[in-house]
């Protein structure tokens, strides 16, 4: 959704975050355009579901923190997503974790048939919403706004309902030294169920995460058959992959 922004909106989306002044006039003045342009651009946010016009002005809907992840690696989080959806055939039961990432996958599944996704990502359901070939079961939980995930204690009981074939998880860090790592610790308590309920799981990770370690564990890279990744993933970290038997797909 942030790739379908223009210049000014992303603009106007800062203003409203930096909780500076928001009103339609004041708005005008600081991006140089006139107040029907403002009013507009506002429109057009509220309809992207990116903010919520209120009286004179706006107000953003999401968390800053997830928009400025998404907008970062942007294109190469749209590759890995769309390179992970392929991955997904026709009648597939798979789960999806929250994340800047594997949300993504979502938007790519729109010529997929009688998929069925089990997910605690909020975010993905934006792409999903409006899609009648695909089916979405919602765990429940604790909301967490800044990785709009569902966590807690209910999202795990939830998910051990459930066993599906395949499963994408995302991460904050990826190394072989210190496996997938989140930086929530009750989003790497989803991360560990999903794995486990799973037959197979592939990490979707843009290169920026290679050899980082966010806060907490979440499983060794052997628990994972396959990570799709961006083409700034360094060589050295691709052999080093193979030599562990570990998949590296390049989107």
């Known amino acids: 959704m942030i790739g379908n922004l223009k210049e000014r909106e992303k ?15 004041e708005l005008s003045k600081r991006l140089n355009v006139s107040v029907v342009t403002i009013r507009s651009d506002l429109e057009k946010l509220e309809r992207k579901g990116f903010a919520v ?10 968390n800053r923190s ?25 009648g597939d039961r798979v789960m999806i974790l929250a994340g800047t990432t594997s949300s993504l996958i979502g938007k790519y599944l729109y010529d997929k ?23 979405v079961t919602m765990v429940g939980g604790e909301f967490i706004p800044d990785a709009e995930a569902m966590v807690g204690a209910m999202a795990l009981r939830e998910l051990d309902n459930f066993s ?17 790592t989140a930086n929530h610790v009750e989003v790497a308590e989803i991360a560990k169920k999903v794995v486990e309920r799973s037959e197979s799981t592939i990490l979707v990770s ?7 370690s966010g806060f907490a564990f979440i499983e060794s890279l052997n628990k994972v058959r396959t990570i799709i990744t961006d083409d700034k993933f360094p060589n050295d970290g691709h052999e080093a992959f193979k030599k562990n038997k570990i998949d590296v797909i390049i989107a």
């Open 113 to 135: 048939r009688n998929v069925h996704i089990v997910t605690n990502s909020t975010y993905l359901l934006n792409y999903v919403r409006n899609n009648s070939n695909i089916k």
């Open 11 to 25: 603009e106007i989306l800062r203003c409203l975050y930096e909780g500076e002044e928001s009103s339609v006039s």
């Open 206 to 212: 843009d290169s920026s995460k290679f050899n980082h």
């Open 164 to 180: 599906v074939k395949l499963s994408f998880i995302g991460s904050d860090g990826f190394s072989l030294q210190n496996g997938i």
């Open 53 to 62: 016009k209120m009286h004179g002005g706006a107000q953003p809907v999401y």
């Open 66 to 90: 997830i928009i400025e992840r998404m907008t970062l690696m942007n294109e190469e989080k749209q590759r890995i997503a769309k390179k992970a959806a392929e991955l997904i055939h026709d």
